[in-house]
C-alpha cells in the first residue's frame, strides 16, 4: 500500500489479556516509530526502530510492553497483561531516514481494555 | 511527557477568519513540524521549520519561529470548514533520530 498500515483498527479486550498490534510501513522506509495517544492529548512517544534495532525504547512504560521489527519493515507492538490504563490509540509512523524530516503516520490501532 | 504547550486549547472561528496558533517548547531544537489530525484519524505533516529559519509559508499556513523564546505560531489564513481539526507542534530535541515530541494540541472548529 502507498502509506502506514496499522491492524487491528480497533481492539476490545480484558484486562489481563495479552495484545499484539501490527504496523506495516512505507516502503523502503527504516525507521519506525511507535506513539501512544490517549483521549484529548498529543502523541507519547514509545520507542523508534532503525532498520531491525530499537534505537530508543525510552518511552516504554514499563516491561509489560514490548516491540519487534524482525526483518526491517513489519513491527508488532506486544502489551502483555493489559491494563485499563493501557487504553489509547496507538499510532505508528515511519520516515525515509529517521533523521530530519517528516514522520507518516498510519490511522492508529484503538486498544479498549475492559 | 510532553515537550510542548500549545495555545489556545480550542479555538472556534468563522469560516474565512484567520486561525492562530502558539506552541512554546522546553529545550533547544534542530527543526519544529506542524502536523495535523482530523477525529479518528492519524497525523497528517503540515509543515516543518528548522532553527535557524524565522518564518516559512505553504499555502494559507504561516509558521513562525522564534528560538529566543523557544515558541512557533501557525497561522491558517482564510480558514475553510474543512481545516477543522486538532493541530500540534512536535519538536526533535535536538536529537539525529527524528523522534519527536508532541505538543498538547489546539482542536479548531471553523464554523461555515
Known amino acids: 500500500g502507498a502509506g502506514v498500515s496499522q491492524t487491528p483498527s480497533n481492539k476490545v479486550t480484558e484486562k489481563g489479556k495479552y495484545v499484539e498490534l501490527r504496523c506495516d510501513p512505507i516502503?523502503?522506509?527504516?525507521?519506525l516509530y511507535w506513539y501512544r495517544q490517549s483521549l484529548g492529548q498529543g502523541p507519547e512517544f514509545l520507542i523508534y526502530?532503525?532498520?531491525?534495532?530499537?534505537?530508543?525504547d525510552s518511552g516504554l512504560p514499563n516491561d509489560r510492553f514490548f516491540a519487534v521489527r524482525p526483518e526491517g519493515s513489519v513491527s508488532t507492538l506486544k502489551i502483555q497483561r493489559t491494563e485499563r490504563g493501557d487504553s489509547a490509540v496507538y499510532l505508528c509512523?515511519?520516515?525515509?531516514?529517521?533523521?530530519?524530516?517528516?514522520?507518516?503516520f498510519g490511522e492508529g490501532s484503538r486498544l479498549t481494555v475492559l | 511527557s510532553q515537550q510542548g504547550e500549545e495555545d489556545p486549547q480550542a479555538l472556534s472561528i468563522q469560516e474565512g477568519e484567520n486561525a492562530t496558533m502558539n506552541c512554546s517548547y522546553k529545550?533547544?531544537?534542530?527543526?519544529l513540524q506542524w502536523y495535523r489530525q482530523n477525529s479518528g484519524r492519524g497525523l497528517v505533516h503540515l509543515i516543518l521549520?528548522?532553527?535557524?529559519?524565522r518564518e516559512k509559508h505553504s499555502g494559507r499556513l504561516r509558521v513562525t519561529l522564534d528560538t529566543s523564546k523557544k515558541s512557533s505560531s501557525l497561522l491558517i489564513t482564510a480558514s475553510r470548514a474543512a481545516d477543522t481539526a486538532s493541530y500540534f507542534c512536535?519538536?526533535?530535541?535536538?536529537?539525529?533520530?527524528?523522534?519527536?515530541?508532541f505538543g498538547q494540541g489546539t482542536t479548531l472548529q471553523v464554523k461555515p
Open positions: 509512523a515511519s520516515s525515509s531516514q529517521g533523521g530530519v524530516g517528516e514522520l507518516f
Open positions: 516502503s523502503g522506509h527504516t525507521a
Open positions: 526502530f532503525q532498520g531491525t534495532g530499537a534505537a530508543d
Open positions: 529545550t533547544s531544537i534542530n527543526n
Open positions: 521549520i528548522r532553527s535557524n529559519e
Open positions: 512536535a519538536t526533535d530535541g535536538s536529537s539525529n533520530t527524528g523522534k519527536l515530541i
